[in-house]
């Protein structure tokens, strides 16, 4: 049974930096495409950047383009999300899938919580 656990979320001060760490356990996912969404309250869950598991090619929404990486270690089976020049529109509840057959998100971890003070 594939589980994705999220950590490395925080309280930042604007401007600031985090890194999101997904571990996968369970299964490799090396072969899958992984992407992180976010959710803020009141709001639906949007999505943030995917990373593909071929070639390691990566999208971003246009909100945090250019200051948003996403990476991935094989090895490791995680998926990293390094957030830089944090804005308080960022304050969410992180979570990272796998893109499974179909093209649908799965394999949803818990979250973990980033709040950006202004």
Do not use: H
């Not at 990373?51 to 094989?74: C, E, H, L, Q």
């Not at 960022?90 to 796998?98: E, H, I, P, R, S």
């Amino acid at each position: 049974q594939v589980q994705l656990v999220e950590s490395g979320g925080g309280l930042v001060q604007a401007g600031g930096s985090l890194r999101l760490s997904c571990a996968a356990s369970g299964r490799t996912m090396s072969t899958y495409t992984m992407a992180w969404f976010r959710q803020a309250p009141g709001k639906e869950r949007e999505f943030v950047a995917r990373v593909s598991g071929s070639f390691g090619s990566t999208y971003y929404a246009d909100s945090v383009k250019g200051r948003f990486t996403i990476s991935r270690d094989n090895a490791e089976n995680t998926v990293y999300l390094q957030m830089n020049d944090l804005k308080p529109e960022d304050t969410a509840l992180y979570y990272c899938a796998a893109v499974l057959q179909g093209g649908k998100y799965g394999y949803w971890g818990q979250g973990t919580q980033v709040t950006v003070s202004s």
